[in-house]
């Protein structure tokens, strides 16, 4: 984790390289194996360092800066902040599973911890939007996106490879998890992109482009439903 090979190329600008159809753009991913990972979209002024927290044995052991001061650091920045590749399982905050992997009176068997901070920043308004696709598990990622959806939290799904093209390929090639936005015509601008991400108007995907609509409203839109008087108890 103390390895940070191409922080030298941050601008805060779009890359050189960019064209009218194709937007280069360095952001960050923030570590940490304690409350999540986070990826910043947007930067325009600096990368937020020591860039990871609460990994024993290196320089940045300890668990400050917790998540949502990295989110607020960034969102000074107009950047948007989002979970990546969280759950590799479904979270079980009573620890049942887990007991129940284990053998009866094994004392190894601990109760599961459940670290993430994603419910409370959601919750706190500083999550834009949630890697729901990546290379951690999806199905468990959707089944805690779900949740926050019915508790009626509007986030974003988001995607990404992770795909360390400098350095390694872990999950596969750039591009293999992508997330789609819907944008205004004519040339691609960063700015609508990434304003398209904070309203939801985004398709998750490792395979093609599918477009949806309810009720007459697109990806991000919000259909309303007629309220329906409550059944009184006895009747059917």
Do not use: C
């Not at 600096?46 to 990295?70: Q, R």
């Not at 949740?147 to 360390?164: H, Q, W």
């Not at 872990?170 to 992508?178: F, H, S």
């Not at 015509?185 to 939801?200: C, F, H, N, V």
């Amino acid at each position: 984790e103390q390895r940070i090979p191409d922080v030298d190329s941050f601008s805060g600008r779009v890359d050189p390289a960019s064209t009218t159809s194709t937007v280069i753009v360095l952001g960050q991913e923030f570590h940490t194996g304690f409350w999540g990972h986070l990826g910043l979209l947007g930067l325009t002024r600096n990368l937020l360092l020591p860039d990871y927290a609460g990994y024993p044995n290196t320089a940045a052991a300890s668990l400050y800066p917790p998540n949502s001061l990295i989110a607020d650091l960034a969102h000074r920045q107009g950047a948007l902040v989002g979970y990546v590749h969280p759950f590799e399982a479904e979270p079980d905050p009573t620890g049942r599973a887990q007991r129940k992997a284990g053998r009866a009176g094994d004392p190894g068997v601990q109760e599961a911890r459940i670290t993430n901070a994603l419910p409370v920043d959601v919750a706190l308004g500083k999550t834009d939007y949630l890697e729901v696709l990546g290379f951690s598990d999806h199905h468990a990622t959707a089944a805690v996106w779900y949740r926050l959806l019915n508790l009626a939290f509007r986030l974003p799904a988001g995607a990404g490879t992770d795909a360390m093209a400098n350095f390694t390929s872990l999950r596969g090639p750039v591009g293999m998890n992508r997330v789609y936005v819907e944008v205004p015509q004519g040339p691609l601008r960063l700015e609508s992109w990434l304003a398209g991400l904070r309203r939801g108007r985004t398709f998750a995907t490792n395979g093609p482009l599918l477009r949806f609509t309810l009720a007459g409203k697109g990806i991000g839109g919000e259909v309303k439903l007629e309220q329906r008087a409550s059944i009184a108890d006895g009747d059917e």
